[in-house]
């Protein structure tokens, strides 16, 4: 039996580590150290403070600038949908949750990319703002849910992109669709158990 504290206090730790303000703290003491040191004549101290504080504070800023937040997870995952996680979840279901969970550097939004590829992002204004995930059961079957704020993008033009949605984030994969409120969709990406059935060929 998996420990559900433990598994989702490992994602948390690791995924929510905010490296600006790490780099932020460690610059600012160098940074102090090095002024303290300046006006107690202190050579070396001074040296080393403003040689290593002032680079690593500038880099912080730089990585604040250009952070982008994890998203939330708007319910907790109980131990049953963990244990499905572990015994149905897809490579690629681990890796979207793990990226969309985690602080981002230089990217404008969550999945960007993939939803520009999919064509429900027509520019980077009307790109589809992930909210928030959480991890359910469907039909038995692991599900990871993408909940985006779409105003621009209707559900109507989600569901017209449903099998390249499916071939995106393939193999093994079903797309659910969703629209809890009328400028909210719901991605389910639900493991598939079965393979896919043939689509016919037309003679």
Request: net charge negative; proline share 8%; charged share 20%.
């Amino acid at each position: 039996m998996i420990n559900n504290s433990d598994v989702q206090a490992k994602d948390t730790m690791l995924g929510r580590i905010n490296l600006s303000l790490v780099l932020l703290g460690v610059g600012g003491v160098l940074t102090v150290v090095g002024f303290v040191a300046y006006f107690q004549d202190n050579a070396t101290l001074n040296l080393a403070g403003f040689f290593y504080g002032i680079p690593i504070l500038l880099g912080g800023l730089a990585l604040r600038a250009a952070e982008l937040e994890p998203a939330p997870y708007t319910q907790p995952t109980p131990p049953e949908i963990l244990n499905l996680r572990a015994t149905q979840a897809t490579p690629t279901q681990n890796q979207v949750r793990q990226d969309v969970t985690r602080y981002r550097y230089g990217q404008e939004a969550h999945l960007d990319v993939a939803l520009q590829k999919l064509g429900l992002s027509p520019s980077g204004e009307e790109c589809p703002e992930l909210t928030g995930v959480r991890e359910i059961a469907v039909d038995g079957c692991y599900a990871l849910v993408l909940e985006f704020d779409s105003p621009t993008v209707p559900l109507s033009t989600w569901v017209e992109k449903k099998a390249k949605i499916e071939t995106f984030f393939g193999p093994n994969i079903r797309a659910d669709l969703n629209a809890p409120t009328e400028n909210q969709v719901e991605l389910a990406l639900v493991t598939r158990l079965t393979p896919a059935p043939a689509t016919p060929v037309d003679a």
